[in-house]
């Protein structure tokens, strides 16, 4: 039963995932959408199906699902032979892929995920809450972050070795929306939810919510935005955690 019911929840997470996908992609074709709100959903959207992960009663599944994404973002490329995926390239990749060929971007997004799932999956399965908080701050709060920093940054922070430009503004979006994502996945897999995970008390989970949020803030900040999908969740993850275990 417990197969069957891993099998039924693993059908549904990649329905879910290919359909975050394959409408931006459609609106984007149709020109209802621009190549950076097409992006942008897609970030924002399938990478939620990460919180399914705690519920596999064989949690390989989630390493799978994670991995299986990860290969389809290295094989979408403006020279793919198969047309969904040269489709997607030519739906949501940025400039600053064409060197590479490939959407660098999104397959670290992809690569993040799997590598965060599968080190909780192999060390502390019973603590997924540490991954899908770093996981929720690429998704979410670097989305918001790009679109406030965008509309609203009118103090830029420069630094030397980026080849972008951050906002005051945008990293503000990052750290304050980025606290109540961790609250929320540290409360609900930890406090109130401790059925799969290891219980945390509410004031641990603020701290934690606290700790990674600024972390993770930092870590955006002076990250080039080609690389910041993969280190702001691993390196923010294993900082927290490494913390945890003083």
Same mark, same amino acid.
């Given at each position: 039963?417990?197969?069957?019911?891993?099998?039924?929840?693993?059908?549904?997470?990649?329905?879910?995932?290919?359909?975050?996908?394959?409408?931006?992609? =459609?609106?984007?074709?149709?020109?209802?959408?621009?190549?950076? =709100?097409?992006?942008?959903?897609?970030?924002?959207?399938?990478? #939620?199906?990460?919180?399914?992960?705690?519920?596999?009663?064989?949690?390989?599944?989630?390493?799978?699902?994670?991995?299986?994404?990860?290969?389809?973002?290295?094989?979408?490329?403006?020279?793919?032979?198969?047309?969904?995926?040269?489709? #997607?390239?030519?739906? !949501?990749?940025?400039?600053?892929?064409?060197?590479?060929?490939?959407? =660098?971007?999104?397959?670290?997004?992809?690569?993040?995920?799997?590598?965060?799932?599968?080190?909780?999956?192999?060390?502390?399965?019973?603590q997924m809450y540490f991954p899908i908080a770093g996981i929720l701050l690429m998704i979410i709060s670097d989305t918001l972050a790009s679109v406030i920093g965008k509309k609203y940054g009118k103090r830029k922070i420069n630094l030397p070795? #980026?080849?972008?430009?951050?906002?005051?503004?945008?990293?503000?979006?990052?750290? !304050?929306?980025?606290?109540?994502?961790?609250?929320?996945?540290?409360?609900?897999?930890?406090?109130?939810?401790? !059925?799969? =995970?290891?219980?945390?008390?509410?004031?641990?989970?603020?701290?934690?919510?606290?700790?990674?949020?600024?972390?993770?803030?930092?870590?955006?900040?002076?990250?080039?935005?080609?690389?910041?999908?993969?280190?702001?969740?691993?390196?923010?993850?294993?900082?927290?955690?490494?913390?945890?275990?003083?």
């Amino acid at each position: 039963m417990s197969v069957l019911l891993d099998l039924l929840i693993l059908l549904f997470t990649y329905i879910y995932v290919f359909a975050t996908i394959l409408i931006p992609v =459609q609106l984007k074709k149709r020109d209802k959408i621009t190549k950076f =709100q097409a992006r942008k959903a897609v970030h924002l959207f399938a990478g #939620l199906a990460v919180l399914t992960a705690p519920y596999y009663s064989w949690p390989w599944w989630a390493v799978i699902l994670a991995g299986s994404m990860t290969v389809l973002t290295l094989l979408s490329s403006k020279k793919s032979s198969v047309k969904p995926l040269k489709d #997607l390239y030519n739906s !949501i990749g940025e400039e600053a892929e064409e060197k590479v060929g490939y959407l =660098q971007g999104p397959f670290h997004y992809c690569l993040s995920i799997t590598i965060l799932i599968t080190f909780f999956v192999i060390v502390a399965p019973h603590q997924m809450y540490f991954p899908i908080a770093g996981i929720l701050l690429m998704i979410i709060s670097d989305t918001l972050a790009s679109v406030i920093g965008k509309k609203y940054g009118k103090r830029k922070i420069n630094l030397p070795w #980026l080849k972008t430009t951050r906002s005051l503004e945008g990293s503000i979006t990052f750290f !304050i929306s980025g606290f109540i994502l961790c609250f929320i996945a540290f409360t609900f897999l930890g406090v109130t939810n401790p !059925i799969t =995970q290891v219980h945390l008390a509410i004031e641990v989970a603020l701290l934690y919510s606290l700790i990674t949020s600024a972390l993770a803030t930092i870590i955006e900040l002076v990250s080039p935005s080609t690389w910041d999908d993969l280190t702001i969740p691993i390196a923010t993850v294993v900082c927290v955690f490494l913390l945890t275990l003083i």
